[in-house]
């Protein structure tokens, strides 16, 4: 009996950002027949993700003992994507990665990787339908921030039309699969949470939020930063010019803006105790 063993050139995922665009799609796909009890258990989605991975990256499928074992052993190192939680006592999709994985859905065009065209009223916009779907389960929610993050492309810019409060993005993210709405769910969370504490690269310089978030709850479920509070105080500063104007700024202005304000007030702060 010949040994299957995996080779460098083929490999197997041990992270979201190692998962090609099709086999993300077919995990979600497996994942959403698990929820809605197609008859599948955890560990069968395991194994049939697992097979179809070593297919796409040049394993033969085999009727072997060999291939059973390689396809279990390797299936049992999926936690990092799909797990059972104790607590919910139900599978879970532990995603984390903020690369959009899905880039586009025919003409529509999902998010740029590290939500860099993000603007800070699409997020306030976002952050509202993520609320609604956490507070209160509201699956047109799910069909909103589908039809906002997977939009069209705008042929001048290359890049995604305008996001406009007035659409109805709900009409929109309707007509989209249901593996596509839940990944815009997925992406959305990891973003919100990473822009909590992780670092960004822009400009050249590396940039963290945190202290903006110092003291905030660490779910994104909670309206964490008062986005309307942020709205009002930086559109009375007419830095980037009334409310409407700052709604249109990418998100990352904003909040360097607010990094800058709370450095400057440190930098205040410091200097004031010095002389007293």
Known sequence: MTKIV???KVGFPNSWESLTRRETICLLKLFLMLQQDKGLSLRDVKHIFTSQVFSWRGIRKEKTIDYLLLVD???KTLDWAISY???LQAAVMNYDCIECLIKDFGKL????SYGGDISFGEFRYLLMLYNALAENDDVYALDRMAGVLYRTVDKKTGRHVLFNAN?????LGKRLPEWLKYYAYLWFTAFVRYLMAGDFIIDGNTVNFAKIFAGE???PSDNFIG?????FSVAESHVFGAAKEVDETQLFRILMKLVDDANKAEELMKMYKSKS
């Open 6 to 8: 995996l080779s460098d």
């Open 167 to 171: 659409t109805n993005y709900g009409e």
């Open 227 to 231: 986005m309307n509070s942020i709205l």
């Open 109 to 112: 065009q999902g998010p740029v």
């Open 85 to 87: 939680d104790d607590v």
């Open 217 to 219: 709850k660490e779910t």
């Open 73 to 75: 052993g390797a299936s």
